[in-house]
């Protein structure tokens, strides 16, 4: 419907974005600099711009209008006015179509092309050139949207951390080969809360889908001319609006079914989100929302060359998260993932950047300070990454409380260790109980250190026991881009073998290393098919590789080998809910006895002798026994006992004492063995976890 008004009325600063009231629309734009901004509707295919108003009012910054009668549904897009000076951060073109911050929903891809640069591309002057053409035909337009959705009958999950597991999948890839799913729906979000979906993550055990990012994001130029695509998605357009790829049917809300039905399983949804940059790039990127709106507000710049970005994230640009309303845009964000579409957390990609000041990162940032004491974050989970890649750009935790870290050195340590890697048996033991030397301060809780083996970015678990080379040759980086120290081992032959035994040993040392993820204190993350053994064939940067190199292959799991280790890992998941022990709430040290003379932690070697400085010390230990132990609440005490051999050779342990009945939950040489009655010593094959309890009423 074409707008019947002939200007715009003042309207409100607040909210942001385009807010329908059931009489009209209500637009609001932050922009400090601007000396105009104008509206552009356009009719429903959003080829042709049927309508131009200029926003009446500036109010503490914001620019606003009220335009009587108009719908959700309406077509919208920004012209800024103001000066083009890239020598004082300032890049303002009317003749370039601006995305609206905020907007909601969107029509319409991206067109690749020089229009959509502030500048001539090709001239001689560079980015201070000025570009007169329109790129409103290139660029997608906001949709006004009226957001309805009944959650008065949702109950989140709420699961506590010390109990949580995380999955980590990507939403189009988990369901897109789900033969199950009708065509139509796989790869979507209403494929997420599919039966099969949900029956295999809770007989897995997961109690938390962590997806990757699912914002609205840009098909990068570069990919998409050597036939490619951006598969991952770390590249946002729009901070509110979900990702239209994703969608089966053209209503938002089949997002929202889906949280509601996966909250109903038990099971939360936490988002990948990435607030650290955008997808305009550097200086000499496009100019598609906030680079035309406000560039030397949203962005950091040289302070003393202001004509160019900060790269702080290696992506070309840098949002400057310690001003106010940049934090306000991301905040808003935040909450209205959480209240329209029942989020339950958010990982931030390259989290250190949010805490990025003019002096360098601070834990006390103004966005950490929001976050924190919001009403509606602050219950959130919120996991960060603690790195990105500028000066002092590794902060491993440093966060502060309230907030969960990816650790990296959890990861490296434990494939140092299982590759037998020497004089890892120290860093293990740190590991395994929580990292408490980077996390124990402010009331930090073991759940701050999220620990994995493999994430999105990188070799699978599969392929970590495979590959000792990165293989990506189909990426068209001349195998150049990705992780060139994975420190993995392919066990005698690089990729694929019909050799049973290093087949057997590649099995074993995958079990183990499960073993050993689910038996440390700390949050545990899963990735999406490393319970089968999804594999990426070698690729360990798969972020453009939109096909079957990045989708789970379910026929893989169907497998028996990928049955065999669903179903170890799921018993892994089990032990870690059923024994309190393995999922302890704090830090244990050694130093606290929860009763009958042992303590709430210990470590032996294979002969059941503590350890001492020098065997800590010792390059070429491979062995090594952990006895966790906590008082019940009825009681009894439970002792869990790991023991780890990552030698060539079999072992014999000499269990410490107490001497009583014990006996074997799970081993990783032998995935099918039962709980097993055992003495006072046991045989633990090469590269092998076995965990123990011992079997008592009322003691140890």
Not at 1 to 21: C, H, I, Q
Not at 95 to 121: E, M, Q
Not at 419 to 430: E, F, I, M, Q, V
Not at 570 to 590: D, P, Q
Request: net charge negative; aromatic share 10%; glycine share 8%.
């Amino acid at each position: 419907m074409r707008p019947t008004a002939d200007r715009l009325e003042g309207g409100s600063p607040y909210p942001l974005g385009a807010t329908f009231d059931g009489l009209g629309v209500n637009f609001a734009v932050f922009s400090a600099h601007a000396e105009k901004i104008e509206l552009c509707v356009f009719e429903p295919t959003g080829k042709r711009e049927i309508a131009r108003y200029t926003l009446p009012e500036w109010t503490d910054e914001v620019w606003h209008g009220y335009l009587p009668d108009a719908r959700p549904g309406l077509l919208y897009g920004y012209r800024a006015y103001g000066r083009y000076a890239p020598e004082e951060g300032h890049r303002f073109n009317p003749n370039k179509l601006l995305l609206d911050p905020y907007a909601r929903r969107l029509s319409g891809p991206i067109k690749w092309s020089d229009v959509l640069h502030g500048y001539p591309v090709r001239g001689r002057r560079a980015d201070l050139g000025f570009d007169k053409r329109d790129s409103a035909p290139a660029m997608p337009k906001a949709i006004v949207t009226s957001d309805a959705f009944d959650w008065s009958r949702d109950v989140r999950p709420n699961t506590p951390w010390s109990e949580t597991v995380i999955y980590e999948a990507h939403a189009k890839g988990l369901t897109k080969l789900l033969d199950l799913v009708p065509p139509r729906e796989r790869g979507t979000f209403a494929a997420l809360s599919h039966p099969r979906v949900i029956d295999h993550l809770k007989r897995l055990g997961v109690t938390a889908l962590e997806l990757l990012p699912i914002h609205a994001f840009t098909q990068d130029r570069f990919l998409q001319e050597r036939g490619l695509r951006n598969y991952w998605g770390y590249n946002t357009l729009s901070f509110f609006a979900p990702e239209p790829g994703y969608f089966s049917t053209d209503s938002h809300d089949e997002l929202r079914l889906a949280v509601r039905r996966l909250h109903a399983a038990g099971i939360e949804v936490i988002l990948d989100v990435v607030y650290n940059h955008s997808c305009e790039g550097s200086e000499l990127g496009p100019t598609l929302s906030w680079r035309g709106l406000d560039n030397a507000t949203y962005y950091r710049l040289v302070p003393d060359q202001p004509r160019y970005c900060i790269n702080d994230t290696g992506t070309g640009n840098t949002f400057k998260l310690d001003h106010a309303r940049v934090i306000q845009m991301v905040a808003d964000s935040l909450r209205y993932w959480a209240t329209s579409f029942g989020i339950d957390g958010f990982r931030f990609d390259l989290g250190l950047t949010l805490g990025r000041t003019d002096t360098g990162f601070d834990p006390s940032a103004g966005f950490f300070d929001v976050l924190r004491q919001d009403p509606i974050l602050g219950r959130l989970k919120l996991i960060t990454e603690p790195w990105d890649v500028g000066m002092g750009g590794y902060q491993l935790g440093n966060f502060p409380p309230g907030f969960a870290e990816w650790n990296d050195k959890y990861r490296d340590t434990v494939r140092g260790y299982w590759r037998g890697d020497p004089g890892k048996r120290g860093d293990l033991a740190a590991r395994l109980s929580g990292s408490g030397d980077l996390f124990d301060r402010r009331a930090r809780r073991p759940w701050a250190s999220v620990n994995f083996l493999t994430s999105h970015d990188g070799f699978t678990l599969a392929d970590l026991v495979s590959y000792e080379e990165r293989h990506n040759e189909a990426n068209g980086e001349n195998n150049n881009d990705g992780h060139d120290n994975n420190i993995s081992r392919n066990w005698g032959a690089e990729g694929p073998t019909d050799d049973e035994g290093i087949l057997k040993t590649r099995a074993t040392v995958q079990r183990s290393m499960l073993v050993t993820l689910l038996a440390s204190l700390g949050t545990p993350m899963l990735v999406a098919g490393d319970e089968f053994g999804r594999t990426q064939h070698g690729n360990n940067n798969a972020y453009c590789q939109d096909n079957e190199i990045s989708w789970l292959d379910w026929e893989q799991a169907d497998s028996p080998e990928g049955r065999s280790l669903f179903a170890f890992t799921s018993r892994l998941i089990a032990l870690r809910k059923t024994h309190e022990v393995l999922r302890s709430a704090n830090f244990l040290y050694g130093q606290d006895s929860p009763g009958y003379g042992i303590n709430d932690i210990e470590w032996w070697d294979e002969r059941g002798e503590t350890m001492s400085p020098d065997d800590w010390n010792n390059p070429e230990g491979r062995a090594l026994v952990m006895r966790r132990a906590v008082a019940l609440e009825d009681g009894r005490i439970e002792a869990l006992t790991l023991l780890m051999n990552a030698s060539e050779d079999a072992i014999t342990f000499t269990l410490p004492a107490p001497n009583s009945d014990r006996e074997v939950l799970i081993d990783s040489a032998q995935p099918d063995l039962e709980p097993t009655p055992i003495g006072d010593t046991y045989e633990v094959q090469a590269h092998a976890a076995v965990l123990i309890r011992r079997r008592a009423d009322k003691d140890a």
